[in-house]
């Protein structure tokens, strides 16, 4: 989708990926705010998850000057961004757009600018918005507690009096996510095992463990739908939810930690089983937590290849992590 009437070449190559699933008018509202972008990208790069309401055919206006690559199965979340990222090896960064986040004009703007403003962070979390409500804030970066309790930071909170400056955040919400192609690469991606769920934070956890770090941008906004797609509180969410949270606290957390919050991991467990049981689903967030458990020995050597590797340091990792009370009021 590069701009026929620039006549600048940028000054980084961004490339946009959407990874789609039953989108449909999600998706042309999301592109549709895209063409409006003052920073057009040089490329968009559409993985369709082999869609089975309203299934694109390429034909579609809205679509032209993506480029549209199907899937002949659901590849999930994370496996499409990765194979969506081998696409484009040219790209100097990479911007993760969910096809029910309506970016704002300079949105690509503002995140170029963002890369020399502070060339020292690897990935940038945006400024999310209710799109149904926005005078509150859908998030302004993701979180992590200690016990391995992950929130989005600002969630419900008045957009215009939450989060109004710019500061280092844990990671950023895979709804638009802005990183650094190459160290995205040399981190291995998401992990494809995830399918979706928790794929975002993970890649965040395993970035702080390298010594890169993240920044929320409160100038760079986008509109977020959230879970219209797989739906809020759905048995899907809940299963993928629930189940990658065990791999994501297991493959990443360092040891001291682990062993010092681990009591306290294991009570929010057994808080969220007793929640999933009001909801009627307790039976699944126990099949959740036994898929989980059977493929322990392959996380196990995740998490011994991905400590190894770790160069940040305990203290920085201890304080990169909230501690459990700022889930409550959803701010560090």
């Not at 955040?169 to 769920?197: H, K, L, M, P």
């Not at 890169?212 to 986008?222: E, F, I, N, T």
Request: hydrophobic share 40%; aromatic share 10%.
């Amino acid at each position: 989708m590069p701009s026929e009437m620039s006549l600048e070449k940028p000054a980084i190559r961004i490339a946009v990926i959407i990874v789609n699933f039953n989108g449909g008018d999600t998706l042309r509202a999301c592109l549709e705010a895209l063409n409006l972008q003052t920073r057009p990208p040089n490329r968009c790069l559409i993985i369709d998850n082999h869609s089975t309401v309203k299934p694109l055919r390429g034909l579609e206006p809205w679509l032209k000057g993506c480029e549209l690559i199907h899937s002949q199965k659901n590849l999930g979340f994370a496996a499409a961004n990765n194979l969506a990222v081998r696409q484009c090896p040219e790209a100097d960064w990479i911007a993760f757009l969910n096809p029910d986040a309506f970016p704002e004009p300079d949105w690509l703007e503002r995140l170029e600018k963002a890369t020399k403003d502070h060339p020292k962070n690897a990935f940038f979390a945006c400024k999310q918005l209710n799109a149904a409500l926005p005078d509150l804030l859908d998030g302004a970066g993701d979180s992590l507690t200690r016990g391995g309790r992950p929130f989005r930071r600002g969630q419900h909170q008045s957009a215009a009096k939450s989060f109004l400056t710019s500061d280092k955040v844990f990671s950023s919400c895979g709804a638009s996510t802005f990183i650094n192609r190459s160290i995205y690469e040399a981190s291995g991606g998401f992990d494809e095992d995830f399918f979706c769920y928790l794929e975002d934070i993970d890649l965040g956890f395993r970035l702080n463990l390298q010594g890169h770090s993240c920044r929320y941008l409160p100038d760079a906004r986008v509109h977020h739908l959230g879970s219209a797609i797989t739906g809020n509180q759905s048995d899907f969410s809940t299963y993928h939810g629930h189940r990658n949270l065990f791999w994501l606290y297991l493959k990443n957390m360092p040891a001291p930690i682990f062993w010092l919050y681990l009591p306290q991991h294991i009570g929010l467990t057994f808080i969220a089983f007793f929640l999933c049981l009001r909801r009627g689903q307790g039976c699944i967030f126990i099949r959740a937590k036994w898929d989980a458990i059977k493929d322990l020995k392959k996380f196990l050597g995740k998490r011994s290849k991905i400590q190894r590797s770790r160069t940040a340091s305990i203290l920085a990792i201890w304080k990169a992590l909230s501690p459990e009370h700022s889930f409550l009021l959803k701010k560090n």
